[in-house]
């Protein structure tokens, strides 16, 4: 089991829960299936437990994730900022789940969830978590948060008031976190909580269809047009990287979450053990890293791109223009060389 919560801990947030009377519960910008599985589980949670709750997150679901159960209670903060402004504003208590700082929810959200009166509750496997939170239940060797949310739910109130609805949904978390249970941290707890949780009532299979198994054709077209032209590989670096610019994905009518699984494709190539992707986007370039050895691309994304994530996959955004970014990039791959070889 990942670490686990004080006698303290356990009953700071059991107390923080009940005398609650209105909960919110988020996760980051660009939510990902364990963002997204993450705060739909503990939002199912409390209200199973009657509590008044609102599930924000910064920005939408792309389309693989809109089925999950809870979907249907989100309050987008882009779209529905005055909603989404109002809870923040009379909770007594949030959930920040699968982020350790709240400029992870872009800079918008960021001023409300600083201005609130309510107090925090981390749950979060990323490094370095904000020392914000009344109790914070970080684990960075956790795959996933929403394995965390499972031990929560567990130490804090036991594993049976985990119905199948949250099951689906912790799931998801730990399924796309992990990589389909391929990533190193996945541990024989991984597989433990998997095994509750299909004894709970997971459908499993289903949610592999839903995530893996709804591609659209322009989707597909996007992906096969970045594989074999955009697709470049730095031999003396055992690097590979992709780019596509905001005219690219324009042309195969891109939609959020689309090009998620190409830095690992890029990774995937044999003898390759640092792998990157820039998307353009309106106003800046979002850069992802992956890496297979013990590269540390957590520190690369911290130390020169002012990004972060664990350390073998990391984030990062720049105003650099894309040609510059990938410049950039090319630059510190010499520059990093023997440790990428070496890893
Ligand atoms: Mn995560």
Redesign the pocket.
Known sequence: MPKKLSTEEISLAQALVSKANRIVVTSHKNP?G??AGSAFSMSLFLASIGKNVTTILPDGLPEFLQWLPGYERLVQFDTQTEEAKAAIDEADLIFVL?YNALHRTGTDMQVVLENATAQFILID?HQMPGDFAVVTYSDTSAC??AELVYHFIEQCYGSEKIDQNMAQNIYC?IMT?SGSFRFPSVTPDTHRVVASLIEKGLDHALVHRQVYDTNMLDRLKLIGYALSQKLEIIDDSLTAYISLSSDELRRHNHRQGDTESLVNQALSIKGVKLAAFFRETNHEVKLSFRSKGSFDVNKFARDNWNGGGHMNAAGAATTLSLPEAIQKFKRLVQQYRLEIINS
Do not use: L
């Open positions: 990902d364990d963002a699968d496997h996933s948060t978390g976190d």
